[in-house]
């Protein structure tokens, strides 16, 4: 009997996982290459995903039935069908999808069902789920949203140390950014903030919550805060679900992961308004999504 698989790919901004599974969702094989963001680097970011899936079926003697492939910067790029076509015309023409990492992390977070999940990792977003229909809070970036991200989070706590140091008042925040900046005011830390990447940034967010776990209120209170901007985004997001509201939660990312005193006030939060939601930590192997994937927009290509 010939063996059938499907492929799960995660192509994010720093590599690419493509995992095969069995007919049962046992894992059979995976291969890891280089990022699969298609808006910053899209022929990189295309040849990394397919020389990732081209590994796979060349290693395992099977049928491959489908190949769905979560990419970072989709949402930006648009045009998933051309997206898919191409990445199918380059893996010997087999049935692809092309969808939203978010997405692909909401199949897998679900495990197929209604609900929600949430991302807060360098950013943030909300993606409900509910009789096939996506609904999306938040996500709008660094500038604009983010909010409970790991970049906010840094960004909040600097603030207030900058206004703390304006004010002459003594904040043990200010004593971390002079550590982290290697520096001895926030004059200097400020210059070196604005030099620093998102995600440079967005680190700094754990020795914040190291301090607030050690009960420094200013720190507390920038993890609160943000805590519960993210419960917002969550909530509005469940206002729009129509009745009966799935009450399912996964939650994702390396903050949210990590972060026991976010996660527990982003759930009072919520729980303040839907205190029936079940909140779950998803695991994040989202190229496991294709598992639970229900949809039938898998599409055959030609070269041509």
Known sequence: MILKYQIGVDAGGTHTTAIAY??????????????????????????NITNAI??????????????????????????????????????????????????????????????????????????????????????????LGDEGSGYAIALSAFKQALLSWDKRENNQLIDLFNRLFQVDNLVDATAKFYKLSNPEIAAMAVSIAQLAD?????????????????????????????????????????????NKMLRDFLEDKVHSKYPDIIFSISNGENAR????????????????
């Open 22 to 47: 069995d007919e049962k969702g046992a894992e059979l094989k995976r291969i890891e290459s280089g990022p699969g963001q298609i808006n910053t680097d899209y022929t990189r970011g295309i040849e």
């Open 54 to 143: 081209n590994q796979l079926i060349n290693q395992i003697n099977g049928d491959c039935q489908r190949i769905l492939c979560g990419i970072a910067g989709l949402s930006v790029i648009g045009r998933a069908t051309e997206v898919a076509g191409e990445i199918s015309a380059k893996v010997s023409n087999l049935p692809v999808r092309a969808i939203t990492d978010s997405l692909l992390a909401l199949y897998n977070g679900l495990e197929g069902d209604d609900g929600g999940l949430v991302i807060a990792g360098t950013g943030s977003v909300f993606n409900g789920l509910q009789n096939g229909h996506i609904i999306t809070t938040g996500g709008y970036g660094a500038i």
């Open 289 to 304: 999504g294709v598992i639970f994937d229900k949809s039938k927009d898998y599409r055959y290509f030609s070269n041509h």
């Open 214 to 258: 050690a009960g420094d209120t200013n720190a507390i209170a920038v993890i609160k805060e943000q805590a519960e901007l993210l419960a917002r985004d969550i909530i509005i997001g469940i206002d729009r679900y129509v009745e009966p509201k799935p009450m399912k939660v996964a939650l994702t990312g390396s903050v949210l992961a990590n």
